[in-house]
């Protein structure tokens, strides 16, 4: 009999959700995501990037020592997490913690009722993350916090969750839904929600939240799985490939024995985040049970810390309150590196995330490491054990040694106490670490990161500081390792500080911190290290008499280096300590009762299945029997011949069923790929590829990773003969006439006389230039689509499409089957933004001709690098323009050239010069005319994008207004207000859409929003800020816009079935802008004048299905803002049809019988025969179809001038949504749409190589906003503006408005660097730092640093030493 301690070789085991998986045989290279998604019913588990960016794919993981009795619970990403590393784990996911069959957690239900869900496709995750938190603060020996509350705190509760990116909410729903657990929230700083109404009581409004109960908490682990940890098994490693040395000697072993075979070292795999290996390892070898790999002891001579410790644990060890007497500069060092490494990734890369796995990193492959320049700064060192030997290094030797081989394994790294370093008592002692990264919360490498320790104390012979020693550690800034700027500590060592020292050190490390040749904005990086140094040292300056003075108290060194950031006092550098998420956020909204239920803020249709991961999305349908996983190749040429594509290079690429091209369109089909109105896009490139990015053939494999792998290791030779150079700007299509043609019924008008507009101006700007870049969509879920062959030659699709309609006929014409044979089915995507217009279509098509072909089902989820590559995106574009004006600001005339670069193929490229122009002509521009060209080019066609051309055209009228005002020396905001239209400028430049005189509403939105900003106090505020702050400034800027958008006819059906349940399909598609709500609300009230006084509301018995397009035809297209509405009076035009029917049915009855129930009156209508099913097809009338939509807002931004960051410190918008139809889910439009607008103007950078190739095509380098870049105070109010018939319900459009709104922010940062450049005249009287300039889209930090001067810390140094007069 085996004893029960004895370890037995079994096999792989762990729960998922409480239920056993034993695994025989497994791929050691398949990760946890991928075992959930296809091989259990858990679909909550989203994959979005599969990189650890995001945080879709959040599970909890649970371990249970046997010993201690004890589970430890922590957040994980399932996309990095090898099975193997799970084994005897306990998995729980959303549907986990509640479902719909079981009961929804409060989690769920407070998401949905605080509207913190729109497409559901981020919502599973973040669920998750906190329930982690919440897990873990219940645990934690806190007061017991009051009923229906948790031990969470809110800053908890906002952190466990900002790691997590969601493209739709704008994040602030979220921060709510999380805080309302959380037991130190007040109750009145949450925000709009369907639980109370805002006059409730605090009392009634804690009763209406749904219960939390912490004793009714989820159980994490599984008994059964405790007992058979208890029994002692291991993983039989032979069977797994899969090995787990429980000794160093073991591990030697296995290295040895293993030589020259494909072998990985593994701890938690994240690294594979960002180096994506494709490589398939023979055998694995974790670290994980090695225990002396895994200490983590901290004593009086430092901390040594395990290579396998994970950042977590040691930035918990390094912050526990400790009990002996430990000594306080250790401490305080401990601290500092612990708050730094809570930036490094996010909390569910960092619970697993090994502190060797990152210092191997660095040094092998250069990753551009946080932790290795921190501890460098520290002098630290490691043990390393190559083969038989053991070694201790420090750090800076490892990290300068050449890449470690296989055989070199990182035992450990310890950081000495300083003490020993520094033992004086009589000196002072600094520490500080630095990183600028585009999100202060992490989840972004850094541009450059250092970290410095110096020893200082007063001086005796004068009021200076004397730098006795320091040690200055610098990274990630475009090196292959961190260094030690030792030059630099030598020369300050043993030196008085004063400016010319600090000058004198700053010029060294210019010339020590030197990017590699390649490396992405060197300059700006290296000004980060003379910024950092100078922040770190200047405070000291000016305080040598005021530290002498504490020093001599007896503050020495404790005080002081607790405060070691030393500016924090006087107030230069830290003057905004705001907390770092949002602080506030205020929501005004009317609810309007007219139409009731439509006007209430019902809660979103489905939030609680999209929360607990219930909600099917295109890849969450099981794969039909014998299903494959198409990946595409593409070019990464612009114009070449594909001579060959050649997919079996490499041997291990095995399940590689067929490589789909051109060459597999049948004879009778077409090789198209997306269609739209001004033309058609092939699917792949022909023998000439016409671009980089384009599809040239469909790898279908048996597993989407084997489509993946092969399609990434294909190789493509191209040819160049006789072929033209590529067009890959504007300015070249220009010079080669490379045009698409603009239909005349859209290409938008001048207005006024454009001469006489010149010659009435007193000044002119001529020829001014704008480039403007792209943007992607980012929605959460990449394209998607699962084709099934079906009987005699028909095909039905599932598609993650805006546009199900012309999927279909794109489909039908490839195949070249007529549309009968086609059906295309959307229940709803994972966010669109347009993206999903005519780029879902060739994903769809490519999906059906392999199914077609190899009469098998086939499905395609692309990765996020291919949705990337392979979808267009916003149009770039060049203007040009010539302004006349006043000299009051009053602009007379504007004349523009636009080049669009809109790509390959027109898609609805022709449309951008229409949209442009609608939202540019929210001011008065006296006459104005255009010159606008749609440009083909060797570029990747661009398509829709929320708000596509109105956010450009909105851009380029606040640019020409910001010059205006600069040449004039003009406050903007007056020239704003003076270029605002009256309704007779309104009417000549808007004509048909303009409306009449009392629907203008933009003045009176212009002045409220004045007033309800406090904007003229704030921009007084601004202006003392500004005076007393030298490395921080401020701007404030106030925005109008108008948006133009046309209500398109479209398709409904409403059928009551038997029983009285009541089933809509729409033209529409629900993509997370709540169109299935606000259809849900309208159906209700088109019926309820058939309703009994009993019955109730009819919200609940309605349901909207999936569109079909055999079921539904000519749904078109989801987009322009305006499907809700067209889509809610369809419905209506349904409801009115069976009221009519109904109403006399139900008379008569009532004549009869008396008063009769709604399902009474169903069921005999039905005996009846009476027809229960309406179809509409709604058109708008001329006069109807096209108006205006008005909104304002005010932001205030404060700048870094060290570093280039921008913070966005309040943002005010009143937006007019006419009578709205559900102002919960507009506000949720509004906020989400602002902060897509935030990432265009601010953070988005979209990048190609020098042949077109984007290459910021990962969550690594393309950076949307997250939780810790919006804006601090958020408030929006929510104007229901008047009744007006000839709108749907007087309702006006959401969608994409709100989304131009975010140039406020731009505008305001431009004021902001307007000040820092001021500054920069006042030091250095160099005229290079002009008023006028432009500030460019994104505003990154690199871009918003270089005009605030790369040398701003020189030239203030030079300054004030006099050396510039
Ligand atoms: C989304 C994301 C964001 C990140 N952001 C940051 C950041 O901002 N700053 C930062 O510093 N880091 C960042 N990281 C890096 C992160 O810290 C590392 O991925 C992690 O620490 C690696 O640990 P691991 O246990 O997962 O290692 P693994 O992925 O298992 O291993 C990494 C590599 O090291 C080898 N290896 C591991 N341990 C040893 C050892 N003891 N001896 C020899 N070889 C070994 C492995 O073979 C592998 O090649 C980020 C990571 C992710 C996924
Ligand atoms: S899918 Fe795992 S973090 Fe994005
Ligand atoms: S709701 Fe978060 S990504 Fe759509």
Aim: hydrophobic residues 40%; aromatic residues 8%; charged residues 20%.
């Amino acid at each position: 009999m085996v004893m029960e301690t004895e370890r037995k070789a079994g096999a792989l085991v762990f729960a998922v959700n409480g239920e056993r998986f034993e695994l025989p045989t497994v791929d050691p290279s398949t990760t946890l995501l991928e075992f959930l998604r296809s091989r259990t019913p858990f679909k909550s588990v989203k994959l979005s990037c599969g990189e650890g960016g995001c945080g879709a794919c959040v599970v909890l993981l649970s371990k249970y020592d046997p010993v201690l009795d004890k589970v430890e619970d922590c957040t994980i990403s399932s996309c990095l997490t090898l099975l193997c590393n799970i084994n005897r784990c306990s998995i729980t996911t959303s549907e986990g913690i509640g479902n719909s069959k079981d009961g929804f957690h409060p989690i769920h239900q407070r998401f949905a009722g605080f509207h913190a869900s729109q497409c559901g496709f981020c919502t599973p995750g973040i669920c998750v993350s906190l329930f982690g938190a919440l897990v873990n603060a219940e645990k934690s020996n806190r007061l017991e916090p009051p009923p229906g509350f948790s031990k969470l705190t809110v800053s908890e509760a906002e952190k466990a969750v900002a790691g997590n990116l969601c493209r739709c909410t704008g994040y602030r729903p979220i921060a709510d839904a999380c805080k309302s657990l959380a037991a130190d929230v007040d109750i009145e700083d949450l925000g709009f929600n369907s639980f109370w109404r805002k006059e409730d009581s605090k009392e009634v409004k804690k009763s209406k939240l749904p219960l939390y109960n912490c004793n009714n908490e989820v159980c994490t682990f599984p008994e059964f799985l405790k007992k058979e940890i208890r029994s002692g098994m291991y993983l039989d490693s032979e069977r797994y490939n899969w090995y787990s040395p429980a000794s160093v000697g073991e591990l030697q072993n296995l290295l040895k024995v293993n030589k020259g075979t494909e072998m990985k070292i593994v701890v938690s795999n994240t690294g594979m985040g960002y180096y994506k290996e494709l490589e398939r390892y023979e055998t694995y070898i974790d670290l994980k049970h090695i225990p002396e790999l895994s200490i983590l002891r901290i004593d009086q001579t430092g901390v040594e810390i395990g290579a396998t410790v994970t950042i977590s644990k040691v930035i918990e060890a390094l912050t526990k309150e400790r009990q002996h007497d430990f000594h306080s500069r250790d401490e305080i060092v401990f601290r500092k590196i612990a708050s730094h490494m809570e930036k490094v990734a996010s909390e569910f890369i960092r619970n697993t995330a090994s502190v060797g796995g990152n210092l191997v990193m660095a040094q092998r492959k250069g990753f551009p490491s946080d932790i290795a320049t921190i501890l460098l700064a520290v002098d630290s060192v490691v043990d390393i054990m190559s083969g038989h030997q053991f070694e201790r290094i420090t750090l800076e030797e490892f990290l300068l040694r050449p890449p470690l081989d296989i055989n070199n394994v990182l035992l450990s790294v310890k950081i000495p106490s300083v003490r020993k370093a520094f033992p004086e008592t009589n000196t002072i002692l600094l520490f500080e670490t630095y990183r600028a990264a585009p999100r202060p919360l992490g989840k972004a490498l850094a541009f450059l990161n250092a970290a410095f320790l110096a020893e200082v104390s007063p001086c005796e012979t004068s009021d200076g500081i004397l730098v006795n020693q320091c040690q200055l550690a610098f990274g990630a800034y475009g090196t292959k390792h961190a260094i030690r700027a030792r030059r630099v500590e030598e020369f300050l060592s043993g030196k008085i500080l004063n400016a010319e020292v600090l000058y004198e050190a700053i010029k060294l490390v210019r010339a020590t911190v030197v990017p590699e040749d390649g490396t992405a904005n060197p300059a700006y990086r290296s000004s980060l290290a003379s910024g950092f140094l100078f922040e770190f040292f200047s405070s000291l300056l000016d305080r040598g008499a005021e530290i002498t003075t504490s020093f001599l108290n007896g503050c020495k060194s404790t005080s002081l280096v607790k405060h070691s950031k030393l500016g924090q006092n006087n107030d230069q550098f830290y003057s905004n300590k705001s907390p770092t998420l949002i602080s506030s956020a205020r929501q005004v909204v009317e609810l309007s009762k007219s139409y009731h239920p439509v006007g209430e803020p019902v809660t979103k249709s489905g939030a609680a299945i999209q929360a607990s991961g219930e909600a099917i999305y295109v890849d969450d349908i099981p794969s039909p029997t014998n299903c494959l996983h198409g990946a595409f190749i593409y070019s990464a040429k612009p114009l070449a011949q594909v001579k060959s594509i050649n997919v079996n290079s490499k041997p291990h690429l095995d399940g590689v069923a067929a490589v789909i091209s051109h060459k597999d369109i049948p004879e009778v089909g077409e090789n198209i790929g997306s269609s739209f109105m001004f033309g058609t896009e092939p699917l792949f490139a022909d023998d000439l590829t016409q671009c980089a990015g384009q599809r040239l053939a469909l790898v279908v494999a048996d597993t989407q990773k084997n489509a993946d792998r092969a399609a990434l290791s294909a190789v493509v030779t191209y040819g160049m003969e006789d072929l033209e150079p590529p067009i890959l700007s504007v300015e070249e299509a220009v010079k080669r006439s490379s045009f698409f043609e603009v239909p005349s019924f859209i290409d938008p008008k001048p207005v006024g006389d454009i001469s006489k507009g010149m010659a009435d101006a007193d000044h002119k700007i001529v020829s001014a230039e704008i480039k403007l870049g792209s943007q992607y969509y980012f929605y959460m879920e990449t394209q998607a689509a699962l084709a099934v062959p079906d009987e005699d030659n028909c095909i039905v699709v599932y598609s993650s499409t805006q546009c199900p309609e012309y999927a279909h006929s794109v489909i039908a014409r490839c195949l070249g089957i007529p549309e009968h044979n086609v059906r295309v089915l959307t229940r709803r995507a994972g966010g669109a933004f347009g993206g999903k217009t005519v780029p879902s279509l060739p994903v769809a098509t490519a999906c059906a001709l392999a199914a077609h072909k190899l009469h098998r089902p086939v499905r395609i989820y692309l990765n996020r690098k291919t949705d990337m590559i392979t979808t267009g995106g916003r149009h770039p574009m060049k203007i040009t323009y010539t302004v006349g004006f006043k000299s009051d600001g009053k602009v007379t005339a504007l004349q523009l050239e636009i080049l669009i670069d809109a790509g390959i193929a027109p898609d609805m490229s022709p449309m951008m010069p229409h949209t442009i122009m609608s939202a540019l002509q929210k001011y008065d521009w006296g006459a104005l005319s255009f010159d606008i060209k749609v440009c083909k080019t060797n570029n990747v066609s661009k398509s829709a994008m929320r708000a596509p051309g109105d956010v450009q055209g909105s851009f380029i009228a606040e640019a020409i207004i910001e010059h205006v005002a600069s040449t004039l020396s003009l406050e903007v905001d007056s020239v704003r207000s003076l270029n605002l239209h009256k309704y007779n400028s309104l009417k000549s430049f808007y004509q048909d859409s303009a409306g009449e005189p009392l629907e203008y509403a933009l003045p009176s939105i212009w002045d409220k929003l004045a007033m309800s900003s406090r904007f003229n106090q704030r921009i007084e505020m601004v202006k003392k800020f500004n005076g007393e702050h030298k490395w921080k400034k401020r701007g404030i800027s106030r925005v109008p816009i108008i948006f133009g958008v046309r209500v398109r006819p479209t398709p409904g059906r409403v059928s009551i079935l038997k029983d009285g349940s009541i089933v809509v399909e729409v033209g529409g598609i629900e993509i997370g802008q709540g169109l299935w709500t606000k259809v849900k609300q309208i159906t209700a009230f088109g019926l309820n004048s058939i309703l009994g006084s009993e019955d109730g509301d009819l919200l609940d018995r309605v349901r909207v299905i999936q569109a079909d397009t055999l079921s539904l035809i000519q749904g078109g297209v989801t987009g322009g803002s305006t499907t809700s509405e067209s889509s809610c009076e369809a419905v209506r035009l349904c409801c009115n049809i069976l009221v009519e029917r109904l109403t006399p049915f139900k008379e008569r009855l009532q004549e009869q019988m008396g008063p009769i129930k709604w399902e009474a009156l169903i069921s005999l209508a039905h005996l009846q025969s009476v027809n229960l099913a309406a179809s509409s097809f709604y058109i708008p009338d001329a006069a109807s179809s096209l108006y205006l939509n008005y909104g304002a807002a005010v932001s205030e931004v404060e700048v870094n001038l060290l570093t280039g960051e921008t913070t966005m410190l309040q943002v005010d918008i009143i937006y007019d949504c006419g009578q709205s139809l559900n102002p919960a889910v507009d506000l949720g439009q509004i906020e989400g749409g602002f902060v897509q607008g935030i990432g265009f103007f601010m953070s988005e950078e979209w990048l190609t190589n020098s042949d077109g190739l984007l290459v910021t095509d990962s969550t690594w380098t393309y950076k949307i906003p997250s939780m810790d870049t919006i804006p601090k105070q958020f408030n929006v109010e929510i104007l229901n503006s008047s009744h007006n018939e000839k709108r749907v319900l007087s309702s006006k459009a959401s969608g994409e408005p709100p989304l131009l709104l975010a140039v406020s922010v731009h505008c305001a940062t431009r004021a902001a660097i307007k000040e820092a450049r001021k500054q920069l005249l006042s030091w250095s009287s160099l005229d290079e730092y002009k008023s006028i300039f432009q500030l460019d889209v994104p505003a990154t930090f690199p871009v918003v640093k270089e005009l605030c001067g790369l040398d701003a810390v020189e030239k203030y140094l030079e300054w004030s030493l006099g050396k510039n007069m």
